[in-house]
């Protein structure tokens, strides 16, 4: 199971001089059970917020985050997450980290070295076991990173602009790896973009947030039959259609 | 690893350096000093140097200096990473601490020998504990500062992948990312250690050592022995620095590797 609720989700602070910065207004919505769902928005409208109250790393909120029935509080090990930045363990090698979870959970070396070794080959990167990360390139450090969340078999999979920092034919090739590894692992994902045509090639749907305070602006379902070409003339449409509606509803005021 | 004809050169100036150097002492002192006592060619401390051989009591006085050093060093790991880590991890400690290591840590190793030996008689742990005065802020300081500085991307990396009590996070993420923090800590706590080595064996804590044979010789006037002495200081202290630079960074921290080069 994997199914995702927020309800009346709501996130503010108070400034210095007194006044209400609003994050997150009045969020709610859904995401199925194995669905793949993208979070498009442009930056500072609340979407890396969101996903960090999902993960439970933040938990100054107002309303509920609802997994599987069950409230969210905190960090879970149904949830997995890969993050924006180079996460990985500088001092661990690549086996290693993809271990991280297992050997925090107190699997014996061999047992967890041997589920490690099956997601190292989901990544198809079982030559670079032994590699430090330092050695490795960005691209390849980020499918350590699928690899290492998803090791722990969580339900839901989270992800904070995990291509954002890749040159556009690396972002292209991980994209099209990470949907042949949704299909093998079913997992629910949440995934965070401010890319258009990311969202339109990844997601089953699409839900646009307007910046300042974050609210949902409108949400798509992309039923393009996947693999998807991104020069199709119904590609292009989706992505027109997604764009009209951020330009003339989800800019900044 | 292969060295370029470059770096093999460069290697070779300073050869050349300590060729001249030692050729230059020799003018000096044979030539227009010519008083021993004074300064004792490089001639003299070689002599020196085999008679002390000779006369067995090089291997007592290493003996000795690396367990008033191994004291000291010892006692300056055990208490000195627990607070560094404490400091790091926690604002509060830090709070709470911060300014007592602040008072205590200015004041030399040195202003600490009466109270070493009122607390310790004239013993090996005496001078130990003058060599932990001296060993413990660098560990302490550079521990701190590395816990300080774990990135928070992998603090919550490993909350999200089950790393959620603070012991584990400190073993399993903190720690490995401060430890080339930690380990300059100790190689710097080395280097001052075994300064204050010739000092703490001055007021007679053993009948060896060599700190305490340097001494000893001064009063003898022989002064190329002591000359003999200050060069096995000094070399032992490069070697301590030679074994963290290419054995242990080497070994432990090997994954920084890609980083520094």
């Not at chain 2, 290697?11 to 350096?17: E, H, P, S, T």
């Not at chain 2, 070493?116 to 504990?129: D, H, K, N, Q, R």
Request: net charge neutral; charged share 20%; with cysteine.
């Amino acid at each position: 199971m994997g199914k995702l609720e927020i309800r009346n989700l709501n996130q503010s602070f108070t400034r210095d001089d007194g006044s209400r910065l609003v994050v997150l207004d009045n969020l709610n919505f859904e995401v199925k059970n194995k669905e793949f769902v993208c979070i498009l928005g442009s930056s500072g409208c609340g979407k890396t917020t969101l996903l960090r109250l999902i993960a439970g790393l933040d938990c100054a909120r107002e309303g509920s985050i609802i997994l599987d029935g069950e409230e969210i509080k905190g960090q879970n090990p149904k949830v997995g997450m890969v993050f924006q930045e180079y996460s990985l363990f500088p001092w661990r090698n690549v086996i290693d980290n993809i271990a991280f979870g297992l050997e925090m959970k107190g699997l014996g070396k061999e047992e967890r070295y041997k589920i490690a070794e099956r997601y190292l080959d989901l990544v198809n990167l079982s030559q670079f076991r032994e590699s430090y990360p330092s050695e490795l390139s960005g691209g390849m450090r980020q499918r350590v990173a699928v690899a290492r969340a998803l090791a722990l078999d969580p339900v839901l999979l989270l992800m904070d602009e995990p291509f954002g920092a890749l040159d556009a034919q690396t972002r292209n090739m991980l994209q099209k790896e990470l949907l042949d590894i949704w299909v093998q692992t079913r997992k629910t994902v949440v995934f965070i973009t401010h890319s258009v045509d990311e969202a339109v090639y990844l997601s089953d749907k699409i839900i646009v947030l307007t910046p300042r305070p974050g609210r949902i602006c409108r949400v798509f379902d992309v039923d393009l039959p996947r693999p998807r070409d991104r020069t199709s003339v119904e590609f292009a449409q989706v992505r027109r259609t997604v764009l009209d509606v951020i330009s003339q509803n989800c800019s900044i005021q | 690893m292969k060295l370029s004809s470059d770096e093999t050169g460069r290697r070779w100036l300073g050869v050349l350096a300590l060729v001249l150097a030692i050729l230059v002492w020799e003018v000096i002192a044979a030539g227009i000093i010519r008083n021993s006592f004074i300064l004792p060619s490089p001639v003299d401390v070689l002599t020196a140097f085999q008679e002390l051989i000779g006369t067995g009591r090089l291997i007592p006085d290493f003996g000795d200096s690396l367990l008033h050093f191994g004291i000291g060093l010892a006692a300056a790991l055990v208490v000195g990473i627990p607070i560094g880590i404490a400091m790091g991890w926690s604002r509060r400690f830090d709070a709470f601490l911060d300014p007592l290591i602040e008072l205590l840590r200015p004041i030399p190793p040195l202003a600490w020998i009466p109270f070493a030996i009122i607390w310790f008689g004239l013993t090996a742990y005496s001078a130990g504990f003058v060599i932990f005065a001296g060993a413990v802020f660098p560990i302490i300081i550079n521990t701190y500062s590395g816990f300080r500085g774990v990135p928070r991307i992998f603090v919550e990396a490993g909350k999200m992948l089950g790393c959620t009590k603070s012991s584990s996070l400190i073993r399993h993420i903190a720690f490995p990312a401060a430890l080339p923090s930690v380990t300059t800590g100790i190689r710097v706590a080395c280097g001052v250690g075994w300064m204050c080595l010739v000092a703490a064996e001055l007021f007679g804590v053993s009948n060896n050592g060599l700190g305490m044979s340097l001494w000893l010789y001064y009063n003898l006037h022989r002064m190329d022995c002591v000359v003999v002495y200050m060069l096995l200081l000094g070399l032992t202290g490069l070697a301590f620095d030679m074994t963290f630079r290419y054995y242990i960074e080497r070994r432990f921290l090997k994954w920084r590797t890609g980083e520094v080069a």
